[in-house]
């Protein structure tokens, strides 16, 4: 997959709704992957989806808000969520010093990244979107908060 770091990499997607890109994830890695969606009948409807589709056995669904869930991942994605200062902030508890954020942010990418650059520091690497020319993917590691 384009954005693992490492074969069997731990991932988890923020606010999974339909299952984009968290599902497409499982799909396409071998590694663990942790879908964290609140909305009660969205979160039925991936664990429906895991299990026609074979995957329960390592993809676990979340019905929470994501400061309530616990762990640490090698991969954060969240697409839809928040613009991405408040998406740092959300998301931090769940990562850990090598972890990779992997960020659709669409045509506010830039925007969205000078923004959060007030409060957060990281190394920003940016991709174009396979699926729209004007759509940006950020990908983020060594993020922390600035002091």
């Known amino acids: 997959m384009r954005?693992?770091?490492f074969n069997g990499a731990s991932w988890v997607?923020?606010?999974?709704g339909a299952g984009l890109p968290g599902l497409i994830?499982?799909?396409l890695v071998k590694g663990p992957i942790t879908l964290i969606e609140p909305r009660r009948l969205r979160?039925?409807?991936?664990s429906d989806v895991v299990s026609k589709l074979g995957l329960a056995d390592r993809v676990t669904?979340?019905?929470?808000?994501?400061?309530r869930v616990q762990g640490k991942f090698d991969v954060i994605t969240a697409r839809a969520v928040a613009a991405l200062d408040r998406l740092l902030a959300m998301t931090e508890h769940l990562s850990k010093s090598e972890t990779v954020w992997v960020?659709?942010?669409g045509k506010n990418a830039q925007t969205e990244l000078a923004q959060a650059?007030?409060?957060w520091h990281c190394d920003v690497r940016v991709e174009q979107s396979c699926t729209d020319p004007e759509s940006q993917i950020l990908v983020l590691t060594r993020v922390?908060?600035?002091?």
């Open 3 to 5: 954005f693992e770091p």
């Open 117 to 119: 650059q007030v409060n």
């Open 103 to 105: 960020l659709p942010k």
């Open 61 to 67: 669904i979340e019905c929470a808000k994501v400061e």
């Open 25 to 27: 994830v499982a799909l």
């Open 144 to 147: 922390g908060a600035k002091k």
């Open 13 to 16: 997607d923020v606010g999974s």
């Open 43 to 46: 979160a039925e409807f991936l």
